[in-house]
């Protein structure tokens, strides 16, 4: 920890692994991936209540309640989320225990209102691995440019898997946030466009990440693209096995500089190192440029253009092909003519011919 901290002092390098040692809860983010683990601040720990008028629907590892209003939406999520609870429990190696209750909220004000904690004001999503009990707003009341709602709950229900696992100690709340988004599939563009800002302002203040992720949604999406992209880089470096045996070291109880050390062989100042000259080998101003919305529509215009050209190359190759057939067909054509008026079988022209233009009934006849 002594060399983790000397390396932070020698520049922001260092930093971007220092985010995610030292924040700790789970908070929902801004932007695409909207989702929290369980909130500090509770008002009473009263278990998973139902509000009164809800349905229930049931599933073998889940349970839906909803309101009459979303029981079809409620449905549709309960059918694709109850076998991914086996799937992702499998996955991260530990039993997703006993069925974990959803709620759907019908607005934001029920949302908060129906939850035995307090969340941030942007927080799309919440988990409770304690109680076993996952909350989430219905589409209205989720606002635009937001993640579909089956991955927003897959986010959740990995957040439920790992807590109970670490229980009845908590998960780094990088490490919460890192698998969640990982195995919910948001390592995305939105993730890189996050990344660009640690390029531009650097890192945040380790003394505002010492109990939980900054309440500005900016610095808070910063710290969760952070942290999945430390897991992706890490099993992209060091192997597939590389994130499921440090997870397992830190459930265990070794420190992150320990299970760093065992996992990939080097010191977790290096590995920190070699994590962040890809941001600090870059300009600010150029991750400035490759994080912003316009060079995304850039880059995309870029692929259509390109697109085009290999439509239009492939298509001029087979009218060349096409045309290179009806000359041979011409010339073959001509030569039967010329031959209809000599002695000579006909049997033998028609063969001649179709066996040239690999006709099918070349075939036929010589049979």
Excluded: C
């Excluded at 349905?55 to 409620?74: A, D, Y």
């Excluded at 709340?173 to 390592?187: D, I, K, M, V, Y």
């Excluded at 597939?240 to 299970?259: C, I, N, Q, T, Y």
């Excluded at 009218?319 to 006909?346: C, Y």
Aim: proline share 8%; net charge neutral.
């Amino acid at each position: 920890m002594v060399g983790l901290i000397r390396s932070l002092r020698s520049g922001w390098s260092a930093g971007l692994l220092g985010l995610l040692l030292f924040a700790s809860p789970s908070l929902a983010q801004e932007g695409p991936s909207a989702s929290a683990p369980p909130p500090t601040e509770l008002r009473a720990h009263r278990g998973a209540e139902v509000p009164a008028g809800w349905h229930t629907l049931q599933g073998e590892h889940l349970r839906m309640h909803t309101s009459e209003r979303h029981l079809r939406l409620g449905q549709a999520l309960l059918d694709h989320a109850d076998p991914r609870v086996p799937e992702l429990s499998e996955r991260l190696g530990w039993p997703g225990g006993p069925p974990i209750d959803v709620f759907l909220a019908t607005s934001d004000a029920e949302f908060r209102r129906i939850q035995p904690g307090t969340p941030p004001g942007w927080a799309d999503a919440t988990a409770y691995p304690g109680l076993g009990a996952v909350y989430l707003r219905a589409p209205q009341a989720r606002g635009g440019d937001r993640d579909p709602l089956t991955r927003v709950l897959d986010h959740e229900l990995v957040h439920i898997v790992v807590g109970r696992a670490f229980a009845p100690d908590r998960a780094p709340t990088w490490l919460q946030e890192g698998l969640a988004q990982l195995h919910a599939g948001q390592h995305d563009l939105h993730a890189i466009r996050k990344l660009a800002g640690a390029a531009v302002s650097g890192p945040i203040p380790l003394d505002q990440l010492e109990r939980a992720f900054p309440k500005n949604p900016h610095a808070a999406s910063l710290a969760y693209a952070q942290s999945v992209d430390f897991l992706v880089w890490l099993e992209r470096e060091y192997g597939d096995e590389a994130v499921p045996e440090l997870v397992e070291r830190l459930r265990r109880g070794e420190s992150l500089p320990d299970a760093i050390l065992a996992v990939t062989g080097e010191p977790l100042h290096e590995v920190d190192r070699r994590w962040t000259r890809r941001f600090t080998g870059v300009s600010g101003a150029v991750w400035s440029v490759l994080g912003s919305p316009d060079f995304m529509w850039l880059l995309a215009a870029l692929i259509g253009v390109a697109a085009m050209f290999v439509v239009r190359f492939r298509q001029r190759q087979r009218r060349a092909v096409i045309r290179s057939r009806e000359r041979k067909e011409r010339e073959l054509l001509g030569e039967l003519w010329t031959h209809l008026g000599q002695p000579g079988s006909p049997e033998e022209d028609r063969r001649r011919l179709f066996s040239s233009l690999d006709h099918p009934s070349a075939r036929e006849s010589s049979d």
